[in-house]
Protein backbone atom coordinates (compact mmCIF):
# COMPACT_ATOMS: atom_id res chain seq x y z
CA UNK A 1 0.00 0.00 0.00
CA UNK A 2 1.61 3.35 -1.29
CA UNK A 3 1.17 5.76 1.38
CA UNK A 4 -0.03 9.72 0.19
CA UNK A 5 -0.19 12.93 1.26
CA UNK A 6 -4.31 12.73 1.57
CA UNK A 7 -3.72 9.96 3.85
CA UNK A 8 -1.74 11.64 6.25
CA UNK A 9 -4.46 14.51 5.92
CA UNK A 10 -7.53 11.92 6.49
CA UNK A 11 -5.42 10.23 9.39
CA UNK A 12 -4.79 13.81 11.30
CA UNK A 13 -8.45 15.23 10.52
CA UNK A 14 -9.50 11.55 12.09
CA UNK A 15 -7.30 12.42 15.06
CA UNK A 16 -9.29 16.13 15.41
CA UNK A 17 -11.97 14.89 15.26
CA UNK A 18 -10.95 12.50 18.11
CA UNK A 19 -9.81 15.56 20.08
CA UNK A 20 -13.12 17.43 19.33
CA UNK A 21 -15.40 14.86 20.84
CA UNK A 22 -13.02 13.48 23.55
CA UNK A 23 -12.90 17.39 25.04
CA UNK A 24 -16.90 17.10 25.33
CA UNK A 25 -17.45 13.65 26.68
CA UNK A 26 -14.94 14.45 29.20
CA UNK A 27 -17.52 16.17 31.31
CA UNK A 28 -19.93 13.95 31.80
CA UNK A 29 -18.11 10.90 33.38
CA UNK A 30 -17.47 13.60 36.40
CA UNK A 31 -20.74 15.28 36.46
CA UNK A 32 -21.67 14.42 39.98
CA UNK A 33 -17.88 15.47 41.60
CA UNK A 34 -18.41 18.96 39.48
CA UNK A 35 -21.77 19.69 41.11
CA UNK A 36 -20.61 18.47 44.35
CA UNK A 37 -17.24 21.26 43.86
CA UNK A 38 -19.69 24.32 43.20
CA UNK A 39 -22.28 23.06 45.51
CA UNK A 40 -24.84 23.13 41.97
CA UNK A 41 -27.72 20.74 41.06
CA UNK A 42 -28.03 18.86 38.11
CA UNK A 43 -30.51 20.66 36.33
CA UNK A 44 -27.99 23.86 36.96
CA UNK A 45 -24.90 21.58 35.24
CA UNK A 46 -27.51 20.04 32.50
CA UNK A 47 -27.90 23.83 31.75
CA UNK A 48 -23.79 24.55 30.87
CA UNK A 49 -23.92 21.49 29.16
CA UNK A 50 -27.34 22.22 26.97
CA UNK A 51 -25.20 25.62 26.06
CA UNK A 52 -22.05 23.35 25.31
CA UNK A 53 -23.72 21.01 22.71
CA UNK A 54 -25.75 24.25 21.46
CA UNK A 55 -22.52 26.03 20.75
CA UNK A 56 -21.55 22.92 19.23
CA UNK A 57 -24.46 23.10 16.66
CA UNK A 58 -24.31 26.92 16.27
CA UNK A 59 -20.41 27.03 15.20
CA UNK A 60 -20.96 24.59 12.10
CA UNK A 61 -21.98 27.16 9.68
CA UNK A 62 -19.48 30.23 11.18
CA UNK A 63 -16.78 27.62 10.59
CA UNK A 64 -17.10 26.62 7.36
CA UNK A 65 -17.01 30.56 6.08
CA UNK A 66 -14.11 30.49 8.13
CA UNK A 67 -12.83 28.14 6.15
CA UNK A 68 -13.88 29.65 3.17
CA UNK A 69 -11.80 32.34 4.07
CA UNK A 70 -8.66 31.65 6.08
CA UNK A 71 -8.53 27.80 4.56
CA UNK A 72 -9.56 25.06 6.32
CA UNK A 73 -5.51 23.59 7.68
CA UNK A 74 -6.21 27.06 9.95
CA UNK A 75 -9.73 26.58 11.42
CA UNK A 76 -8.85 22.70 12.22
CA UNK A 77 -5.82 24.41 13.84
CA UNK A 78 -7.75 26.78 15.71
CA UNK A 79 -10.88 23.34 16.23
CA UNK A 80 -7.88 21.06 18.27
CA UNK A 81 -5.95 24.01 20.26
CA UNK A 82 -9.27 26.15 21.25
CA UNK A 83 -10.62 22.35 22.15
CA UNK A 84 -7.51 21.67 24.60
CA UNK A 85 -7.57 25.03 26.01
CA UNK A 86 -11.33 25.06 27.04
CA UNK A 87 -10.67 22.20 28.81
CA UNK A 88 -7.91 23.48 30.56
CA UNK A 89 -9.96 26.53 31.76
CA UNK A 90 -12.86 24.21 32.71
CA UNK A 91 -10.11 21.54 34.95
CA UNK A 92 -9.02 25.16 36.68
CA UNK A 93 -12.54 26.79 37.13
CA UNK A 94 -12.26 28.56 40.19
CA UNK A 95 -16.21 29.03 40.47
CA UNK A 96 -19.08 27.75 38.36
CA UNK A 97 -19.15 30.57 36.19
CA UNK A 98 -16.20 30.24 34.27
CA UNK A 99 -16.90 26.60 34.46
CA UNK A 100 -19.84 27.44 32.30
CA UNK A 101 -18.63 29.93 30.27
CA UNK A 102 -15.32 27.36 29.60
CA UNK A 103 -17.79 24.37 28.65
CA UNK A 104 -19.72 26.90 25.99
CA UNK A 105 -16.43 27.44 24.51
CA UNK A 106 -15.50 24.10 24.19
CA UNK A 107 -18.30 23.28 22.24
CA UNK A 108 -17.76 26.37 19.90
CA UNK A 109 -14.25 25.72 19.45
CA UNK A 110 -14.70 22.39 19.05
CA UNK A 111 -17.33 22.77 16.75
CA UNK A 112 -15.20 24.31 14.23
CA UNK A 113 -13.66 21.44 12.94
CA UNK A 114 -16.29 18.83 11.65
CA UNK A 115 -17.16 20.81 8.67
CA UNK A 116 -14.13 22.62 7.69
CA UNK A 117 -12.78 19.20 7.84
CA UNK A 118 -15.51 17.10 5.28
CA UNK A 119 -14.59 19.92 3.15
CA UNK A 120 -11.21 19.53 2.55
CA UNK A 121 -11.45 15.60 2.41
CA UNK A 122 -13.96 16.20 0.08
CA UNK A 123 -10.92 18.31 -2.31
CA UNK A 124 -8.39 15.26 -1.96
CA UNK A 125 -10.22 12.41 -2.01
CA UNK A 126 -12.38 10.49 -4.63
CA UNK A 127 -13.47 8.09 -2.66
CA UNK A 128 -15.43 11.33 -0.57
CA UNK A 129 -17.98 8.59 1.44
CA UNK A 130 -14.94 5.80 2.52
CA UNK A 131 -13.07 9.35 3.40
CA UNK A 132 -16.22 10.68 5.57
CA UNK A 133 -16.44 7.34 7.31
CA UNK A 134 -13.09 6.71 8.39
CA UNK A 135 -12.68 10.54 9.45
CA UNK A 136 -16.26 10.12 11.50
CA UNK A 137 -14.77 7.02 13.34
CA UNK A 138 -12.17 9.75 15.21
CA UNK A 139 -15.61 10.86 17.42
CA UNK A 140 -16.64 6.57 17.95
CA UNK A 141 -13.49 5.91 18.91
CA UNK A 142 -13.33 8.91 21.78
CA UNK A 143 -16.96 7.79 22.45
CA UNK A 144 -14.92 4.11 23.34
CA UNK A 145 -12.57 5.74 25.05
CA UNK A 146 -12.94 8.87 26.69
CA UNK A 147 -16.02 7.62 29.74
CA UNK A 148 -13.32 4.89 31.11
CA UNK A 149 -10.14 7.02 30.60
CA UNK A 150 -11.83 9.79 32.18
CA UNK A 151 -13.44 7.65 34.90
CA UNK A 152 -10.47 5.89 35.63
CA UNK A 153 -8.50 9.64 36.06
CA UNK A 154 -11.29 10.78 38.40
CA UNK A 155 -11.30 8.32 40.96
CA UNK A 156 -7.58 7.69 41.34
CA UNK A 157 -6.40 11.65 40.73
CA UNK A 158 -9.32 14.04 40.73
CA UNK A 159 -12.00 15.45 38.43
CA UNK A 160 -10.15 18.70 37.30
CA UNK A 161 -7.31 15.74 35.97
CA UNK A 162 -9.43 13.81 34.58
CA UNK A 163 -10.87 16.72 32.24
CA UNK A 164 -7.25 18.45 31.96
CA UNK A 165 -6.45 14.95 29.66
CA UNK A 166 -7.88 16.17 26.73
CA UNK A 167 -4.67 18.66 27.08
CA UNK A 168 -2.38 15.62 26.78
CA UNK A 169 -4.46 14.25 23.54
CA UNK A 170 -5.18 17.74 22.22
CA UNK A 171 -1.46 19.11 22.20
CA UNK A 172 0.59 16.09 19.91
CA UNK A 173 -2.15 16.32 17.20
CA UNK A 174 -2.47 19.82 16.89
CA UNK A 175 1.59 19.89 16.65
CA UNK A 176 1.66 16.81 13.64
CA UNK A 177 -1.13 19.17 11.91
CA UNK A 178 1.01 22.20 12.24
CA UNK A 179 4.12 20.26 10.70
CA UNK A 180 2.46 17.61 8.37
CA UNK A 181 -0.69 19.13 6.84
CA UNK A 182 0.36 21.76 4.47
CA UNK A 183 -1.19 25.46 4.16
CA UNK A 184 -4.93 24.73 2.52
CA UNK A 185 -5.79 27.75 -0.11
CA UNK A 186 -8.71 29.69 0.89
CA UNK A 187 -12.21 29.25 -1.52
CA UNK A 188 -13.47 33.01 -1.36
CA UNK A 189 -9.93 34.97 -0.02
CA UNK A 190 -11.51 38.46 -0.55
CA UNK A 191 -15.38 38.06 0.00
CA UNK A 192 -16.36 39.74 2.79
CA UNK A 193 -17.87 38.18 5.94
CA UNK A 194 -21.00 39.74 5.60
CA UNK A 195 -21.91 38.57 2.09
CA UNK A 196 -21.52 34.94 3.14
CA UNK A 197 -24.17 35.64 6.10
CA UNK A 198 -26.97 37.43 3.22
CA UNK A 199 -29.96 36.04 3.95
CA UNK A 200 -31.54 35.55 0.82
CA UNK A 201 -28.61 33.45 -0.39
CA UNK A 202 -28.89 31.34 2.51
CA UNK A 203 -32.73 30.62 1.64
CA UNK A 204 -31.90 30.22 -1.97
CA UNK A 205 -29.43 27.43 -0.99
CA UNK A 206 -31.64 25.50 1.00
CA UNK A 207 -34.72 25.93 -1.28
CA UNK A 208 -33.07 23.34 -3.88
CA UNK A 209 -35.18 20.56 -3.68
CA UNK A 210 -32.35 17.92 -3.47
CA UNK A 211 -30.66 20.14 -0.47
CA UNK A 212 -33.87 19.96 1.52
CA UNK A 213 -34.93 16.54 0.67
CA UNK A 214 -31.07 15.17 2.56
CA UNK A 215 -31.89 18.14 5.04
CA UNK A 216 -34.88 16.16 6.02
CA UNK A 217 -33.73 12.70 6.43
CA UNK A 218 -30.14 14.36 8.64
CA UNK A 219 -32.76 16.23 10.83
CA UNK A 220 -34.42 12.24 11.34
CA UNK A 221 -30.90 10.21 11.84
CA UNK A 222 -29.21 12.98 14.00
CA UNK A 223 -33.03 12.83 16.24
CA UNK A 224 -32.76 9.45 16.53
CA UNK A 225 -28.97 9.48 17.35
CA UNK A 226 -29.64 11.86 19.95
CA UNK A 227 -32.41 10.00 21.51
CA UNK A 228 -30.01 6.54 21.46
CA UNK A 229 -27.04 8.51 22.49
CA UNK A 230 -28.82 9.84 25.62
CA UNK A 231 -30.67 6.69 26.89
CA UNK A 232 -29.75 3.38 25.65
CA UNK A 233 -27.86 2.58 28.74
CA UNK A 234 -31.13 3.54 30.88
CA UNK A 235 -33.46 1.54 28.03
CA UNK A 236 -31.38 -1.36 28.47
CA UNK A 237 -31.96 -1.70 32.24
CA UNK A 238 -35.22 -0.15 33.02
CA UNK A 239 -36.91 -2.17 29.90
CA UNK A 240 -34.46 -4.85 28.92
CA UNK A 241 -33.57 -5.47 32.52
CA UNK A 242 -30.50 -6.38 32.51
CA UNK A 243 -27.40 -5.15 35.25
CA UNK A 244 -25.76 -1.48 34.65
CA UNK A 245 -22.85 -3.42 33.88
CA UNK A 246 -24.51 -5.59 30.91
CA UNK A 247 -25.79 -2.02 29.88
CA UNK A 248 -22.63 -0.56 29.85
CA UNK A 249 -21.05 -3.30 27.90
CA UNK A 250 -23.93 -2.99 25.33
CA UNK A 251 -23.46 0.77 24.90
CA UNK A 252 -19.91 0.10 23.86
CA UNK A 253 -20.90 -2.36 21.40
CA UNK A 254 -23.13 -0.17 19.80
CA UNK A 255 -20.43 2.39 19.72
CA UNK A 256 -17.83 -0.70 18.56
CA UNK A 257 -20.61 -1.21 16.00
CA UNK A 258 -21.22 2.00 14.59
CA UNK A 259 -18.24 2.99 14.20
CA UNK A 260 -16.80 -0.07 12.01
CA UNK A 261 -19.57 0.18 10.00
CA UNK A 262 -19.44 4.10 9.19
CA UNK A 263 -16.46 2.95 6.89
CA UNK A 264 -18.14 0.49 5.34
CA UNK A 265 -21.24 2.52 4.76
CA UNK A 266 -19.02 5.32 3.26
CA UNK A 267 -17.44 2.71 0.75
CA UNK A 268 -21.09 1.47 -0.25
CA UNK A 269 -22.10 4.97 -0.86
CA UNK A 270 -19.07 5.45 -3.40
CA UNK A 271 -19.98 2.00 -4.97
CA UNK A 272 -23.89 1.82 -4.78
CA UNK A 273 -24.69 5.33 -4.44
CA UNK A 274 -25.02 8.07 -1.19
CA UNK A 275 -29.02 7.13 -1.40
CA UNK A 276 -28.94 3.63 -1.33
CA UNK A 277 -26.28 3.74 1.31
CA UNK A 278 -28.35 6.32 3.66
CA UNK A 279 -31.70 4.52 2.86
CA UNK A 280 -30.17 0.91 3.83
CA UNK A 281 -28.06 1.95 6.45
CA UNK A 282 -31.36 3.39 8.26
CA UNK A 283 -33.56 0.16 7.61
CA UNK A 284 -31.28 -1.57 9.33
CA UNK A 285 -31.48 0.60 11.97
CA UNK A 286 -35.27 0.49 12.39
CA UNK A 287 -35.01 -3.78 12.56
CA UNK A 288 -32.11 -2.88 15.02
CA UNK A 289 -35.08 -1.01 17.48
CA UNK A 290 -37.61 -3.55 16.49
CA UNK A 291 -35.26 -6.21 18.05
CA UNK A 292 -34.66 -3.99 21.08
CA UNK A 293 -38.22 -3.39 22.23
CA UNK A 294 -39.70 -7.30 21.19
CA UNK A 295 -36.87 -9.40 20.17
CA UNK A 296 -36.98 -11.81 23.45
CA UNK A 297 -33.81 -12.86 25.19
CA UNK A 298 -30.18 -11.32 25.43
CA UNK A 299 -29.17 -12.75 21.59
CA UNK A 300 -31.73 -10.42 19.74
CA UNK A 301 -30.62 -7.63 21.94
CA UNK A 302 -27.14 -8.28 20.58
CA UNK A 303 -28.62 -7.97 17.00
CA UNK A 304 -30.10 -5.23 17.69
CA UNK A 305 -27.77 -2.92 18.82
CA UNK A 306 -25.66 -4.49 16.01
CA UNK A 307 -28.06 -3.55 13.65
CA UNK A 308 -28.90 0.04 15.62
CA UNK A 309 -24.99 0.64 15.42
CA UNK A 310 -25.38 0.15 11.79
CA UNK A 311 -27.90 2.12 11.27
CA UNK A 312 -26.74 5.07 12.86
CA UNK A 313 -23.33 4.90 10.60
CA UNK A 314 -25.76 6.73 8.00
CA UNK A 315 -23.96 10.04 7.80
CA UNK A 316 -20.95 8.38 6.10
CA UNK A 317 -23.59 7.89 3.05
CA UNK A 318 -25.62 11.31 3.43
CA UNK A 319 -23.33 13.68 4.42
CA UNK A 320 -21.24 12.97 1.05
CA UNK A 321 -24.46 13.92 -0.76
CA UNK A 322 -24.72 17.39 0.19
CA UNK A 323 -21.18 17.40 -1.29
CA UNK A 324 -22.07 16.17 -4.09
CA UNK A 325 -24.69 18.95 -4.64
CA UNK A 326 -22.74 21.92 -3.38
CA UNK A 327 -20.14 23.59 -5.76
CA UNK A 328 -16.76 23.18 -4.74
CA UNK A 329 -16.61 27.37 -3.91
CA UNK A 330 -19.71 27.09 -1.60
CA UNK A 331 -18.87 23.31 0.15
CA UNK A 332 -17.37 25.54 3.13
CA UNK A 333 -20.10 28.03 4.13
CA UNK A 334 -22.72 25.33 2.37
CA UNK A 335 -22.35 22.29 4.55
CA UNK A 336 -21.98 24.20 7.70
CA UNK A 337 -24.86 25.65 7.07
CA UNK A 338 -27.45 22.28 6.81
CA UNK A 339 -24.81 20.64 9.77
CA UNK A 340 -25.77 23.61 12.12
CA UNK A 341 -29.43 23.38 10.76
CA UNK A 342 -29.70 19.92 11.12
CA UNK A 343 -27.41 19.18 14.63
CA UNK A 344 -28.91 22.01 16.51
CA UNK A 345 -32.83 20.80 15.24
CA UNK A 346 -31.80 17.27 15.92
CA UNK A 347 -31.03 17.61 19.87
CA UNK A 348 -34.48 18.23 21.29
CA UNK A 349 -33.75 14.28 20.29
CA UNK A 350 -32.87 13.63 24.04
CA UNK A 351 -35.78 15.62 25.31
CA UNK A 352 -38.46 14.38 23.27
CA UNK A 353 -37.64 10.93 24.11
CA UNK A 354 -37.14 11.89 27.49
CA UNK A 355 -40.69 12.87 27.82
CA UNK A 356 -41.77 10.15 26.00
CA UNK A 357 -40.49 7.42 27.96
CA UNK A 358 -41.91 9.21 31.17
CA UNK A 359 -45.32 9.45 29.37
CA UNK A 360 -46.02 6.20 27.70
CA UNK A 361 -42.88 4.20 28.40
CA UNK A 362 -39.59 2.76 26.88
CA UNK A 363 -41.10 0.68 24.15
CA UNK A 364 -43.21 3.55 23.11
CA UNK A 365 -40.58 6.42 23.42
CA UNK A 366 -38.17 3.93 21.12
CA UNK A 367 -40.51 2.48 18.46
CA UNK A 368 -40.83 6.03 18.20
CA UNK A 369 -37.44 6.23 16.79
CA UNK A 370 -37.70 3.22 14.92
CA UNK A 371 -40.98 5.04 12.99
CA UNK A 372 -38.98 7.61 12.15
CA UNK A 373 -36.55 5.94 10.85
CA UNK A 374 -39.00 3.59 8.80
CA UNK A 375 -40.46 7.06 7.24
CA UNK A 376 -37.10 8.32 6.46
CA UNK A 377 -36.87 5.00 4.19
CA UNK A 378 -40.08 5.49 2.98
CA UNK A 379 -39.40 8.89 1.63
CA UNK A 380 -36.34 7.20 -0.27
CA UNK A 381 -38.23 4.23 -1.89
CA UNK A 382 -41.10 7.07 -2.59
CA UNK A 383 -38.26 9.57 -4.43
CA UNK A 384 -37.14 6.24 -6.81
CA UNK A 385 -41.00 5.03 -7.08
CA UNK A 386 -42.71 8.47 -8.11
CA UNK A 387 -38.76 9.70 -10.22
CA UNK A 388 -38.57 12.93 -8.13
CA UNK A 389 -34.91 13.25 -8.43
CA UNK A 390 -34.94 14.91 -4.84
Do not use: K
Request: aromatic share 10%; with cysteine.
Amino acid sequence: MNWRYRDTVLALCTFAFFVAMFGRLAISPVVPDITAAFGVSNAVIGVALTGMWLAYGLAQFPSGVLGDRYGERAVILVAVGGTAVASLVIAVAPVFAVFVLGAIALGALAGLHFSVATTLLSRIHDNVGTAVGIHNSGATIAGLIAPVVVAWIAVTAGWRLAIAVTVAVGIPVFLAILVLVRPTEPQRPNESMRDRFDLEALLALLSRPTIAFALVIAVVGEFVWQGVASFLPLFLVDYRGYSTTVAAAGFSAYFVAQGLAQVGVGAASDRFGRDLATAGSLLVGAVGIALLVAGPGLGFAAIGLLCLGIGMSFEAALLPRFLDELGVAERGAGFGLVRTIYVVTASLGSVVVGVLADTFGWAVSFSVLGALMGLAVLAYVSNWALGLEL
